[in-house]
């Protein structure tokens, strides 16, 4: 089969494309024929080593324990291990498989029964790839943050792929919804739904006086104390990703402000594929559609990982099989 693999870290100039053995399901798993892939900034931060904890899990001086990237998987069963009971041959399933190795930038990949769920028929295959670890980082975040009807909510990167599930999410439960990007995405938030909609190169949201009920931060690049200055009272701040220094700063003194002050402040923990079913009950009632940006073929996933790394992206992109 064909496969992007990886051996030593860099830029996307390191991917390459290799015919390698098609892998073959242990008894707990299927072999699924992939349809499409998507990427994520794990994928990023695993082909860069950064931060340097990707070197301490995949190998310290070049990738060993995995070397296809790629988590989120759509395709079609192929065959299926003895142990299997939930998926025959023929169904078409989709899933996050970032906690059982990666590997769906490839035409073929083994995954758990249990890492999967089955694809709507509503859904095409491009649509089912940029869901799983997206969609469900934006629900969790807002589910964590008891989102309300009638809130203000900020989104901070909500131009990115949990970004723009966020604000779709946010505006279907009722909520008042700032989104905050880069100058060229403005008006694809709006798209989305957002109410307003602020340009982090000419204006710093932690200082215009406005305060929210909830802010969702998939970039955490501000300290946690600017954060916590435009929370209302009872107000909660979820660090979903950025810097390093800044997700260690919400672990150690997030709980502390959260008991002297009663903001709620806390880093969201990735659960793949945990209530994937609420997430599909919003696309198929029409609520939220995944925001797709491009669609490269895996022959281009260099140039889709090249795309995803400058920051230009809207939306997610989609890696997707030829033939």
């Known amino acids: 089969m064909k496969a992007i693999m990886y051996t030593e870290y860099g830029l996307p100039d390191v991917l390459h494309l290799e015919e390698v053995d098609k892998p073959t399901p242990k008894d707990n798993e299927v072999l699924i024929k992939v349809k499409a892939s998507s990427v994520n900034d794990w994928d990023w931060g695993l082909l860069r080593a950064k931060p340097f904890v990707n070197r301490l899990s ?16 759509a395709g079609q069963v192929e065959s299926v291990g003895v142990k299997v009971k939930q998926f025959k041959p023929g169904d078409e399933v989709f899933g996050d498989l ?5 590997g769906c930038f490839a035409e073929y990949v083994c995954a758990p029964e249990n890492a999967l769920t089955l694809k709507p028929g509503s ?10 670890q997206a969609g469900l980082l934006a629900l969790r975040g807002l589910r964590k943050g008891k989102i309300r009807q009638g809130q203000k909510v900020l989104i901070n990167g909500a131009s990115g792929g949990a970004g723009s599930f966020a604000v779709q999410m946010a505006k279907s439960f009722g909520a008042e919804v700032t989104g905050v990007c880069r100058t060229g995405k403005l008006e694809f938030v709006k798209s989305l739904g957002a109410d307003k909609v602020i340009d982090f190169q000419q204006e710093d949201f932690t200082k215009n006086g406005q305060f929210y009920d909830l802010i969702l931060d998939m970039m955490a690049f501000h300290s946690i104390f600017d954060y916590k200055c435009v929370l209302s009272p009872k107000g909660v701040y979820i660090a979903e990703g950025g810097s390093m220094p800044r997700i260690f700063q919400v672990l150690m003194l997030g709980p502390l402000i959260s008991i002297i002050e009663g903001k709620k402040m806390s880093l969201l923990i990735h659960k793949p ?31 889709a990982m090249r795309y995803f790394g400058e920051g230009h992206k809207k939306g997610k992109i989609v890696i997707t099989m030829e033939g």
């Open 98 to 102: 970032c906690q059982c190795g990666f």
């Open 123 to 132: 859904m095409s295959f491009e649509q089912a790839a940029a869901v799983p």
């Open 58 to 73: 995949n190998g310290l001086f070049k990738p060993k324990k995995i070397q296809i990237l790629g988590a989120d998987v």
């Open 273 to 303: 594929n945990k209530n994937l079913a609420e997430v599909i009950a919003l696309i198929e009632a029409g609520k939220i559609i995944p925001a797709i940006d491009k669609c490269y073929p895996l022959s281009e996933a260099a140039k």
